[in-house]
Structure formats: structure tokens, C-alpha cells
């Protein structure tokens, strides 16, 4: 009799188990059905930190992108040959290759606003890689000044993608000196934010 309530009891327990399990595995399904990309471009790190910030709550693949000519360590040179960039449309090339773009279903593309526009770089990274039938959402950070035409640049040559809600929050003022700013008391509220747009767009975890 002992014997029997014991087999009963394994057969109990070997399906409740694997139940468990299979229930496990679906979550993880769930959050790892969709693959993750995050790239960026930063000068100064406040947007390769928000970056850090997002890939810490979702998970995916960081990267960031590199010139094949760094721009100029001098502020008024970089303005300058940004303006330049922006009047010819030159599109500055890339160091950084992406492996297999096509295994992912949404891409964060993570930029400063510079002369209140999308930064020659991210023009070059949506021109060159194709992002048809994915998500793509964007994120910034600024002087303060916002995001001028830089979300609506992402709209026009991301056309046939699905746009979500960017994310924006003000960063370092390089024209007055200040550069980095995201630590202490700023990375908790970035932290927060970022946490809560995420949430709203559905991106959490
Ligand atoms: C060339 C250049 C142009 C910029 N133009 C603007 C601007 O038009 N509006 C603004 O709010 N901030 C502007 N900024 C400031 C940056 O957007 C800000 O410092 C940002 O946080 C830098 O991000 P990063 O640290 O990831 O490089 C500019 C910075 C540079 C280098």
C-alpha cells in the first residue's frame, strides 16, 4: 500500500514539475521572443549611459556606434563640420558593423541632439542598414533645448518601420563646459524615467 501511495505521489509530482517548468520556459519565451537591439552614438557618454540604463531593464544587445573619422575634440570645430555635414547631406561612414540586423524585431536608436537636429551618424546608420517591419524607438539626450527635428528625421527614413514613443531628457551643455552629468542624484531620476517610459510604451520586462 506504502508502495502505491509512493508511485501515485512521483507521478504527482513529475507532472506537476514539468508544468512548473513548461510554465517557466513560456515566460522566458515571452521576453526573449523578442531580440533586442540597442545602438548609440555619444560624444560625451549621457547618452551611452541612458543606453546602459535601457539594456539593464530589457535586456539586448549594446552597441555603439564609431566613425570611421572621429569628429573633432574641439566644440566649435564639431559644430561647424556638423553644419557642414547637414547643408551637403554628407553621410559620415560608419566603423561599426552590425552582424545579422535582420535577427532583430525592435532597435533603440540612442542620439544627442546636435544643432537641434539628428546627428549625421544616426542619418548614415538608417541609410545603411535596413529596418523594414521592425520596431524602432528612439532616445536622446540634450542641452536642454529638446529634441528639435530629430525624432521626425528617424520617422522619414525609418518609413516602414513601427515608430514607438522616444524617450528624451536633458544632459551635459558642452558649449558652457559641462559634459557628463549622469551620476548621483541625475542617474537615479534618469533610472526612474527611463523605467517608466519603458513601461508606458510596453518594453519592460
Ligand atoms: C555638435 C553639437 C551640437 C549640439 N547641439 C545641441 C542642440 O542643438 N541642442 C541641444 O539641446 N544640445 C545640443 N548639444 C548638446 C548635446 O546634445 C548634449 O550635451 C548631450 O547630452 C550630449 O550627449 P552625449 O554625451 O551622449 O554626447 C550639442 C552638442 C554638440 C557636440
Redesign the pocket.
Known amino acids: 500500500m506504502q508502495k502505491f501511495v509512493l508511485i501515485i505521489l512521483s507521478i504527482m509530482c513529475f507532472f506537476s514539475c514539468s508544468k512548473a517548468q513548461e510554465t517557466v520556459s513560456e515566460k522566458n519565451e515571452v521576453s526573449k521572443g523578442k531580440k533586442m537591439l540597442i545602438v548609440?552614438?555619444?560624444?560625451?557618454?549621457?547618452?551611452?549611459t541612458v543606453a546602459e540604463i535601457i539594456q539593464k531593464n530589457i535586456g539586448g544587445d549594446l552597441v555603439e556606434l564609431i566613425l570611421e573619422n572621429p569628429y573633432p575634440e574641439n566644440?566649435k570645430a564639431?559644430?561647424e563640420q556638423?553644419t557642414n555635414e547637414n547643408e551637403t547631406g554628407f553621410l559620415p561612414p560608419l566603423k561599426t558593423k552590425i552582424e545579422n540586423i535582420e535577427k532583430y524585431d525592435v532597435v533603440f536608436i540612442g542620439?544627442?541632439?546636435?544643432?537641434?537636429?539628428l546627428p549625421p551618424p544616426i542619418k548614415s546608420f538608417l541609410k545603411q542598414y535596413n529596418l523594414k517591419g521592425k520596431t524602432v524607438i528612439p532616445f536622446n539626450?540634450?542641452?536642454?533645448?529638446?529634441i528639435?527635428s530629430s525624432f521626425d528625421t528617424v520617422e522619414e527614413l525609418s518609413l516602414e518601420s513601427k515608430i514607438l514613443e522616444g524617450f528624451t531628457i536633458?544632459?551635459?551643455?558642452?558649449?558652457d563646459g559641462?559634459?557628463?552629468?549622469m551620476e548621483g542624484k541625475k542617474k537615479i531620476e534618469v533610472e526612474k524615467k527611463v523605467k517608466e517610459w519603458l513601461t508606458k510604451i510596453g518594453m519592460s520586462k
Open positions: 548609440y552614438l555619444s560624444r560625451t557618454k549621457n547618452t551611452k566644440y564639431i559644430v556638423v542620439f544627442p541632439t546636435w544643432g537641434m537636429k539626450t540634450n542641452a536642454g533645448y529638446g528639435g536633458k544632459g551635459g551643455i558642452e558649449r559641462i559634459l557628463f552629468v
